[in-house]
């Protein structure tokens, strides 16, 4: 029996492209593993109303982690659309399986690394190495939303001396989202990320929030990071507000190290984060849970590419990397970022967003060949 049993799905778009490059990279390596593919994407919600099946769900019960290529998310309407016309009315509803799959296994931390590989013509600078650690369960994705608003709902919040504008508005007219912030997801993912600081010699892990006008979900965030950072006396608490911190981060990226986000803010971020080396091409990413994990590149399924084996699998390599990680398997890991890092620099065998015409699997082949040297 293999030592690792690895659930692997593609999904959508270029999730096939990346994740058939993906596999020439682990078939060199030889990690001693088995995968298994299962069903999950558009193709299953518009046949079954259901992206993400229960035969899916069981297989990642079964398996050690997931490898997952990307995913298609339509707006409701868009999804009620497209679905099979003898499902229609039947009360499905569509809802992204990769933001269920955080949830189902409590994936609280998702990681995505920013990293200004050498010689990469895209960096912003190329002294930039930071981490996003974003929560990834509960805030604005808690999945709590309303429309049109309950009578019952209105009741309550019209308590609220706030609320009372918004109580002569009908309710057909209001919808709700609602951000959800415990204090033991906010602890988790403020201690995850002082954990990963102080591993890598980090000197400051930085909130990015906004306490000054979401007094109460940011405002426990913000609570609960300085009783934890008074813990970590070697790593400083920098705390930042999420619209100041998009402009520092273009203005002095190379000046962050860690940074600590709830859920919607860490997605922001993590996408100006990934462009400022290089784009989603570069940008690697994980989701961490007490006993699972899903690795998954932070670019979505760019339909528009899809089978035409064009786009950049190193954002997907660097995820593999921080799967091997998370399996222990540190050698490899180093070895394929190691790897990475010399196509990267040597510019020999680049896709075109990198201004080069080699093909996914071409730059692939390249990672596998670089393995060894
Ligand atoms: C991401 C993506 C997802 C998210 C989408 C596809 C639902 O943007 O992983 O950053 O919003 O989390
Ligand atoms: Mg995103």
């Known amino acids: ?45 518009k046949s079954e109303g259901n992206a993400l099946p229960e035969r899916t769900l069981e297989l990642l019960r079964n398996t050690d982690c997931c490898l997952f290529g990307a995913i298609t998310s339509k707006p409701k309407e ?48 190329d002294d930039i190495d930071l981490v996003v650690f974003r929560e990834n369960t509960e805030g604005l994705y808690s999945g709590v939303e309303y429309y049109p608003l309950p009578d019952e709902l209105m009741t309550v919040l019209s308590k609220h001396p706030r ?47 906004k306490p000054n006008v979401l007094r109460e979900t940011s405002g426990l965030m913000l609570h609960e990071a300085r009783n934890i950072a008074s813990e970590y006396p070697g790593i400083e608490l920098q705390e930042a507000n999420i619209d100041a911190m998009c402009m520092w ?21 993590s996408d100006l984060c990934a462009q400022l080396v290089g784009g989603l091409g570069f940008a690697s990413s994980a989701n961490i849970g007490d006993k699972y994990a899903i690795f998954e590149p932070t670019h979505g399924s760019a339909p528009k590419y899809a089978g035409q084996y064009k786009v950049n699998p190193l954002a997907m390599f660097l995820t593999v990397k921080l799967m091997l990680d998370y399996l222990g398997e540190s050698e490899l890991s180093g070895r394929l970022e190691g790897s990475v890092a010399r196509v990267i620099r040597e510019g020999k065998v680049r896709t075109y967003d990198i201004g080069g015409n080699a093909s996914t699997l071409e730059v692939a082949e390249e990672v596998a060949r670089n393995l060894d040297i």
Request: with cysteine.
């Open 249 to 269: 981060l273009v203005k002095n990226p190379q000046d962050f190290d860690v940074l600590v986000c709830s859920n919607l803010f860490g997605d922001i971020i």
């Open 1 to 45: 029996m293999a030592k690792h049993r690895i659930a692997y799905l593609p999904g959508d778009g270029i999730g096939r492209d990346v994740m058939d490059a993906a596999k020439i990279v682990l078939d060199k390596m030889n990690l001693d593993a088995e995968y298994i593919h299962e069903d999950v994407g558009w193709e299953f919600w």
């Open 78 to 125: 868009d999804a009620d659309k497209e679905l099979n016309p003898e499902l229609k009315g039947k009360g499905y509803v569509y809802y992204s399986p990769i933001l269920k799959l955080r949830q189902e296994f409590d994936l609280h931390t998702n990681i995505r690394p920013c990293k200004a590989y050498k010689g990469n013509p895209l960096n912003y600078r």
């Open 163 to 209: 609320m009372k504008r918004f109580t002569i508005i009908p309710l057909e007219d209001i919808a709700l989202s609602c951000r959800i912030i415990t204090r033991n997801g906010a602890r988790t993912i403020i201690r995850q990320a002082f954990e990963y600081a102080r591993k890598f010699g980090s000197k400051s892990v930085t909130l990015v929030e």
